[in-house]
């Protein structure tokens, strides 16, 4: 999970009073479905706004030739009402990374190649082996492994310093996510100038032969102004701050991308081109794998009883730890857990009873 005590870029409070109220979009079929349920719903229902709830429920129908159609609804969304995404970056950025492997077309250099971060630069560490795999050798396959299984943090920082800060927010936006900006590692604490700077990279063969070499990288683009605050005090080094915590230094990645990022991961057929990512129908299937294998189903890595079934898949299992997935149900998903903030964006099949919604 997402436990990131990286520093905003400053802060000082903004005033709500100065906001312009977002509109946010709402079906009259999820406020009736939820307006059932009062026993579960009540509360939220009367606080939508100080929860900052937001919900997108997608209907699949399965039609002629077994093709899905989709029907979306909507709960309280708006892509201005700003949450910290935390874990969740880590679903692009894995896909990203695939795709940028793909694309510098080097023979030999797949998934499975030996990965070794250097350091070049302040705040910068490096990796030479990952006790996780069957040989210690690093990989950006089980970065990707350890990334959908668990949230692995140090799996998502290692990517990111495989693909720079620039490559990451260029593609996120070419691909139409216009709001995306991820900024920085999670779980480490860096200065803005450190989490522009990417740590030199070396893939090397079986024989220890380099066969492609990445200098450190420094992402130089400037970023869009925001002004994104929440809440109304938090700690900082132990110390109670009275006011809203400034995010505006923060990742920043809206519910609707999400949700859409998604799709055309599970349904890629289903998006426009632009949205696809350039990875091969054989990486679309580790992916699809790893996103709905639990972490007793691992062998490598190896994950011990502490990472229960609900330890990544929230949406059916909440907080029980205890419970089992059913055999016959899969949860294709990403989750995020940080700042007060839990989000799940996931592709939930019931192959029994032949349901499937997002």
């Not at 740590?199 to 130089?220: A, C, G, L, S, V």
């Not at 809440?231 to 990742?251: V, W």
């Not at 490598?300 to 949406?315: E, G, L, N, V």
């Amino acid at each position: 999970m997402d436990s990131s005590v990286t520093q905003p870029t400053q802060d000082s409070a903004i005033n709500p009073v100065t906001q312009e109220a977002p509109i946010s979009k709402t079906d009259a079929f999820m406020e009736e479905l939820l307006g059932k349920y009062p026993q579960y719903f009540d509360s939220l229902l009367k606080n939508r706004d100080q929860f900052k709830i937001q919900i997108i429920y997608t209907q699949i129908d399965r039609g002629a030739n077994n093709n899905p159609h989709f029907k979306n609804f909507f709960y309280n969304v708006n892509d201005k009402n700003y949450f910290y995404p935390a874990s969740t970056v880590k679903m692009p950025t894995a896909l990203l990374a695939l795709q940028k492997l793909n694309e510098l077309k080097i023979d030999g250099l797949t998934k499975n190649t030996t990965m070794i971060t250097d350091r070049g630069y302040s705040g910068q560490t490096p990796a030479y082996n990952d006790p996780s795999t069957i040989d210690g050798r690093p990989s950006i396959g089980q970065y990707v492994r350890k990334i959908f299984l668990v949230s692995d943090n140090e799996a998502f920082n290692r990517l990111y310093e495989f693909l720079g800060q620039g490559y990451l927010n260029d593609q996120l936006h070419k691909m139409g996510y216009d709001d995306a900006a991820i900024l920085h590692r999670l779980e480490v604490s860096l200065t803005e100038d450190e989490n522009r700077h990417t740590n030199p990279i070396q893939f090397r063969d079986q024989n220890n032969k380099i066969i492609y070499e990445q200098p450190m990288q420094f992402n130089e683009t400037a970023f869009a102004s925001r002004q994104d605050s929440v809440g109304k005090g938090y700690y900082r080094q132990g110390q109670l701050i009275n006011g809203a915590m400034n995010f505006s230094g923060k990742n920043r990645l809206p519910l609707e991308d999400l949700h859409n990022i998604l799709k055309s991961i599970i349904f890629p057929q289903s998006v426009s081109a632009k949205q696809r990512f350039n990875i091969t129908k054989e990486d679309y299937q580790f992916v699809r794998k790893y996103m709905s294998e639990l972490p007793r189903e691992s062998k490598f890595p190896p994950y011990d009883s502490s990472y229960h079934d609900a330890y990544c898949k929230f949406i059916l299992l909440g907080s029980e730890k205890q419970a089992k997935l059913p055999d016959s149900t899969r949860i294709f998903n990403k989750v995020g857990d940080a700042y007060g903030f839990l989000i799940d964006v996931a592709y939930v099949a019931d192959f029994k009873n032949k349901v499937e919604f997002m």
